[in-house]
T-cell receptor, first 110, second 113 residues
Framework: QQPVQSPQAVILREGEDAVINCSSS?????VHWYRQKHGEAPVFLMI?????EQKGHEKISASFNEKKQQSSLYLTASQLSYSGTYFC???????????FGQGTRLTINP | DGGITQSPKYLFRKEGQNVTLSCEQN?????MYWYRQDPGQGLRLIYY???????QKGDIAEGYSVSREKKESFPLTVTSAQKNPTAFYLC????????????FGPGTRLTVT
């Protein structure tokens, strides 16, 4: 039931764009996105809910395709501070817990 | 300031000893969670609690125990039955359902030798 993230790692130059995907084999109720820097706690980025509601930071955008059980996180005009590992967490209808993907490591070079 | 705290940041223990990791929150959140993270891996749920005096096993509960006697506190005990206890442990809290974000503590890095 663990969601699958792709790609596993990506390297960009500052200013380039990236897309990180999160796919589930079951119908989803919500998808969470978090970013974690090495040795630190994950930080909340965005929640996407079934039905189209989104909650999160203004500078982060994401989509949730309910039919495909897939979410994508869009990072545009990347900055050095965007570096870290991005995790999606998924929840099914009626569940009280999240299941996290294995993470996508993003490296931004000057 | 509201937040979630974990202590200590680093913890070293000898094999065969039980050890308790602290997690405290002053966000007035009902739900609390414990995750384990191994190098290069995602977050795996150990235990979670939606309300005081109640908790449920997560995906990897074997060798761990928890209590939820107060809303603010959710300590995790790593017992000697846990075969590979060395890991980074993260505590989180949220308002409740997966409709709301989880707030994470700074983590405790446990090393057992």
């Amino acid at each position: 039931q663990q969601p699958v993230q792709s790609p596993q790692a990506v390297i960009l130059r500052e200013g380039e764009d990236a897309v990180i995907n999160c796919s589930s084999s079951k119908a989803l109720y919500s998808v969470h996105w978090y970013r974690q820097k090495h040795g630190e706690a994950p930080v909340f980025l965005m929640i996407l809910l079934k039905g189209g509601e989104q909650k999160g930071h203004e500078k982060i955008s994401a989509s949730f395709n309910e039919k495909k059980q897939q979410s994508s996180l869009y990072l545009t005009a990347s900055q050095l501070s965007y570096s870290g590992t991005y995790f999606c967490g998924t929840a099914f209808q009626g569940a009280q817990k999240l299941v996290f993907g294995q993470g996508t490591r993003l490296t931004i070079n000057p | 300031d509201g937040g979630i705290t974990q202590s200590p940041k680093y913890l070293f223990r000898k094999e065969g000893q039980n050890v308790t990791l602290s997690c405290e929150q002053n966000l007035n959140h009902d739900a609390m969670y414990w995750y384990r993270q191994d190098p290069g891996q995602g977050l795996r749920l150990i235990y979670y609690s939606q309300i005081v005096n109640d908790f449920q096993k997560g995906d990897i509960a074997e060798g761990y125990s928890v209590s939820r006697e107060k809303k603010e506190s959710f300590p995790l005990t790593v017992t000697s039955a846990q075969k590979n206890p060395t890991a980074f442990y993260l505590c989180a809290s949220s308002i409740g359902s997966p409709s709301y974000e989880q707030y994470f503590g700074p983590g405790t890095r446990l090393t057992v030798t």
